[in-house]
């Protein structure tokens, strides 16, 4: 948890800033899950990880696990999808873009605030292993 009065109150961090390291966690875990399930190799683990770093997989993702977010995660995700001034990706329609930058400052901010328990529950729902629809039979975990 962040108690250190110097640093930046989390309130006064951009949805962009939280999207750029929200960036950043779904990279390491997404690397984490590919390694662990035993995937050789840089190439294809670089591969593998487009099915989970990419604007249209992200937006992909935050459907999954909408329903499960609480008031302030949610909150979250729309500051982070409504922030404008990035340009698109030709991969990636505009909303694509907006739900996948949405989806990293939620990322971004729960990492941030140290509730690295709930990121991961949701990277499970947002991307899960067996290929059902994450909701089914997911259970929301309160925070």
Same mark, same amino acid.
């Given at each position: 948890?962040?108690?250190?009065?110097?640093?930046?109150?989390?309130?006064?961090?951009?949805?962009?800033?939280?999207?750029?390291?929200?960036?950043?966690?779904?990279?390491?875990?997404?690397?984490?899950?590919?390694?662990?399930?035993?995937?050789? =190799?840089?190439?294809?683990?670089?591969?593998?990880?487009? =099915?989970?770093?990419?604007?249209?997989?992200?937006?992909?993702?935050?459907?999954?696990?909408?329903?499960?977010? /609480?008031?302030?995660? /949610?909150?979250?995700?729309?500051?982070?999808?409504?922030?404008?001034?990035?340009?698109?990706?030709?991969?990636?329609?505009?909303?694509?873009?907006?739900?996948?930058?949405?989806?990293?400052?939620?990322?971004?901010?729960?990492?941030?605030?140290?509730?690295?328990?709930?990121?991961?529950?949701?990277?499970?729902?947002?991307?899960?292993?067996?290929?059902?629809?994450?909701?089914?039979?997911?259970? /929301?975990?309160?925070?």
């Amino acid at each position: 948890m962040r108690e250190d009065k110097d640093k930046t109150p989390i309130g006064e961090i951009s949805s962009c800033e939280l999207a750029y390291l929200g960036d950043a966690a779904c990279e390491i875990l997404t690397r984490q899950r590919l390694v662990e399930n035993g995937i050789h =190799g840089v190439g294809q683990l670089n591969k593998e990880a487009l =099915g989970f770093v990419t604007a249209v997989a992200q937006s992909e993702a935050i459907e999954r696990i909408l329903p499960l977010l /609480t008031e302030k995660e /949610t909150e979250i995700y729309k500051r982070g999808r409504n922030q404008h001034g990035a340009s698109i990706p030709k991969s990636a329609s505009a909303g694509q873009y907006r739900r996948a930058t949405g989806f990293e400052a939620l990322l971004g901010y729960l990492w941030l605030v140290g509730d690295h328990d709930r990121l991961k529950y949701l990277f499970s729902v947002a991307y899960p292993e067996n290929g059902k629809k994450a909701t089914e039979g997911a259970e /929301t975990e309160s925070v």
